[in-house]
């Protein structure tokens, strides 16, 4: 560990959780130096829905590479490129009733965030955003601003301007009706509320603590924006690429969002790939108003085309989600049954849900147990407190269980470490 300690800077963070090195992984499971196997129940933070070096996506990547195709071409027009761009428009837009373009920004996240709030403000002639308490959005300066995570925010180092903060579906206080005051404050000439460009939202926010949008949140939220003139913009980021059992997480509510920011798993394999999704008549970008060196990752387009090839031509990739994402649920709500003293309640959709103990404390060290086990699981949430699994969507029911048993064990040496001391 000499190497990383002396050349690393102390911004690492997964690092500290999971103090070993890693060699090797397959499908949901990763190798040490040592050759001990850890089940991935953290998935590059929602990157790898398909697991690691899936056998054809590997395939379809060496060959490519191997025919000596193009690696970086800017926003040049290659082969794999327009492959891709068939694929997605024929596979998932059209399917979905979306005609919406593809605009390739630098290959993060927080980058494709920046390109979607920039398009916003420019289109609408609007400064202000609306974001909504416990969204995570990237820590670049202007997703930052829509960022609510204290710790992340001071990490900018100046003032995180132009974004209005309101209560999200379910948020405490805010009552049934968290929309109530955004209705309230847009037909109020008093309010203090400039008209915004646009809200900013994640359907289930991954970081913010696995909170969920109801579907009736959604549809009226839809229904404020449009008698507002106002744009909306799914951060789609974490609960895209099938994490909640369809394709885009908003698909239940049938809404249709005006720009969709993508990245972690749009790849496929890993590799770094960002992309919004504008709906046409909002395209009005002036030729590289919004650049970058990387936009043209091609390993990226190879993979990420074959991915929506193999699992999303039909529902069967998505219905095994879903199935699991019950498997899920049922497993995690006998642990919260059994252990009412840790835990609140199960929290989450689909393939991305997870547990809220009583405090950050108790989370931490459940996490750390189970990865005394072999499992890599993290925690999520305001104060840390939620135990976050978001393994592979490709995940045997065998491993998934064998995961969710480690994470049970560790749960119960908690309880009983606690009982003893408490005694």
Sequence with gaps: ????????????TYARSFPVVFDKAQGAWLTDKNGKRYLDFLAGAGTLNYGHNHPALKEVLIDYIQADGITHGLDMHTSAKGAFLTALQDIILKPRGLDHVAQFTGPTGTNAVEAAMKLARKVTGRDNIVAFTNGFHGVSL???AATGNQHHRGGAGTVLANVTRLPYDGYPGAGEDSLLLFETMLGDNSSGLDKPAAVLFEVVQGEGGLNVASMDWLKRLQSICRKHGILMIVDDIQAGCGRTGTFFSFEPAGIKPDIITLSKSLSGYGLPFALVLIRPDLDQWEPGEHNG?????????VTARRALEIFWQDDEFASAVRAKGELLTTRLQKLVDRHPTLFVKVKGRGMMQGIKCRDGDIADVITSKAFERGLVIETAGPDDEVVKCLCPLIISEQDLNQGLDWLAEAIEETAGERLGKAS
Excluded: C, D, P
Aim: charged letters at 10%; zero cysteines; aromatic letters at 12%.
């Design 1 to 12: 560990m000499g190497i990383f300690e002396v050349m690393e800077s102390g911004v690492q």
């Design 142 to 144: 202007g997703a930052l």
């Design 293 to 301: 060196t990387f936009r043209g990752n091609n390993h990226a387009f």
